[in-house]
């Protein structure tokens, strides 16, 4: 085993099978391979990996939660795979010592770039895919994803503070929330929107400022949130 | 067998084991209920489905098309999974015939409603995964997919106008097009933008009218290189 595999092996507990279907490596290092460096890289891998990993999550979400309608299963997964998600995971498992880059890409900490560690993650996936099947890929996923699995948020915890807000108010029989532009500011093209929320027979009324209208209004509704949650107890 | 059991098992060679796993129904009943009917609906099946979906015909164009980039499988992917394809096989399966709508839907012809058939077919994916296990998804997917996967399309054919005009002149050594704004007519939200295109060494200037700019510079792409494809020969 070359060094990379002997990583993949205590890590993930998988063993190629196949180490060089390829002319010029393995499946492994061909995971391993950004598109920076020179010989077959790892997009075409990425692409596979990404759809095995979208289903075994899809499955793990789908029977984690038998009564959650679509739209929170939606989000969990999303929470999941997410580049963010697929990167910190790639880098606890220390796929950046691995990477197989172009000198550009290695000067510029490309092995830490977050983009990269997540790719490479799911071309593994990929790699996984192709050598073992989808058993030997669900596996390795569920060994990954072991902690997220069992952590899992509470679906209502990944709605967008809006929608939270709305259904606090509709479980109270409370009318909805009103957002008004209160200000524009800045030059064309880095303006800033400030928009403010307010509740029928709160006095309360809240600010959010941003980049766009719509995150200033997700702003104002979570410190609405955070105030009516406060009041309540 | 019900009706639906009887249609499924004609059509796609697929029986259930378990026809009566939910009390309200059998999973094949819920993959066929939109949400405007009462009881289970499919979207929980329908999240589940689309991801298998997914995987079997990532899987399938990343085979079929050994040497292709990861682009290429992405549009051919994208080709086969869209609203559109899924709602066209799933109109030829008949499926329509079977769909458990609500009154309001059935009234307005929900049975031939493009996303309808489109989610009832993922939904039915999504059971026979439940059901049967991957290899028996994998088994009616391509089964469903015969004749798209037999005439998959050349990928450079998926490519849009533009990217296809600009690797054509590329692939010739020529210079890139140069697209110009020239018109812009209707009031503030029915505009309609007019675009020429125009090419290095080429008398002719080509035109498009559309509803964006990035839209009718598109359709002058597609016109400049119908022009040069003709003259070529």
């Given at each position: 085993?070359?060094?990379?595999?002997?990583w993949l092996?205590k890590t993930l507990?998988?063993?190629?099978?196949?180490?060089?279907?390829?002319?010029?490596?393995?499946?492994?290092?061909?995971?391993?391979?950004?598109?920076?460096?020179?010989?077959?890289?790892?997009?075409?891998?990425?692409?596979?990996?990404?759809?095995?990993?979208?289903?075994?999550?899809?499955?793990?979400?789908?029977?984690?939660?038998?009564?959650?309608?679509?739209?929170?299963?939606?989000?969990?997964?999303?929470?999941?795979?997410?580049?963010?998600?697929?990167?910190?995971?790639?880098?606890?498992l220390g796929?950046?010592?691995?990477?197989?880059?172009?000198?550009?890409?290695?000067?510029?900490?490309?092995?830490?770039?977050?983009?990269?560690?997540?790719?490479?993650?799911?071309?593994?996936?990929?790699?996984?895919?192709?050598?073992?099947?989808?058993?030997?890929?669900?596996?390795?996923?569920?060994?990954?994803?072991?902690?997220?699995?069992?952590?899992?948020?509470?679906?209502?915890?990944?709605?967008?503070?809006?929608?939270?807000?709305?259904?606090?108010?509709?479980?109270?029989?409370?009318?909805?929330?009103?957002?008004?532009?209160?200000?524009?500011?800045?030059?064309?093209?880095?303006?800033?929107?400030?928009?403010?929320?307010?509740?029928?027979?709160?006095?309360?009324?809240?600010?959010?400022?941003?980049?766009?209208?719509?995150?200033?209004?997700?702003?104002?509704?979570?410190?609405?949130?955070?105030?009516?949650?406060?009041?309540?107890?």
């Open positions: 085993m070359d060094k990379a595999e002997s092996y507990h998988y063993r190629f099978e196949d180490a060089g279907l390829f002319e010029d490596a393995g499946l492994l290092n061909q995971a391993l391979t950004h598109r920076s460096a020179t010989g077959r890289n790892n997009e075409r891998l990425e692409f596979l990996g990404d759809a095995v990993l979208d289903l075994v999550i899809s499955d793990a979400v789908y029977r984690a939660r038998p009564e959650a309608p679509e739209g929170d299963l939606s989000r969990l997964r999303s929470s999941l795979v997410k580049e963010k998600t697929l990167a910190a995971l790639a880098a606890e796929v950046g010592d691995y990477l197989i880059l172009g000198s550009g890409e290695k000067k510029t900490g490309g092995h830490r770039r977050e983009s990269i560690l997540a790719d490479a993650l799911e071309s593994i996936v990929g790699a996984v895919f192709l050598d073992g099947g989808i058993e030997a890929a669900t596996e390795i996923i569920e060994r990954v994803f072991a902690q997220r699995l069992d952590d899992l948020p509470a679906a209502d915890q990944l709605r967008d503070p809006k929608t939270r807000l709305q259904e606090w108010l509709q479980g109270r029989g409370r009318g909805l929330p009103e957002y008004e532009l209160v200000n524009i500011s800045g030059q064309a093209h880095r303006q800033m929107f400030e928009v403010s929320c307010s509740v029928d027979e709160t006095a309360s009324v809240t600010h959010g400022t941003s980049t766009t209208r719509r995150k200033a209004e997700q702003k104002a509704a979570a410190e609405m949130l955070a105030i009516l949650l406060e009041n309540q107890t």
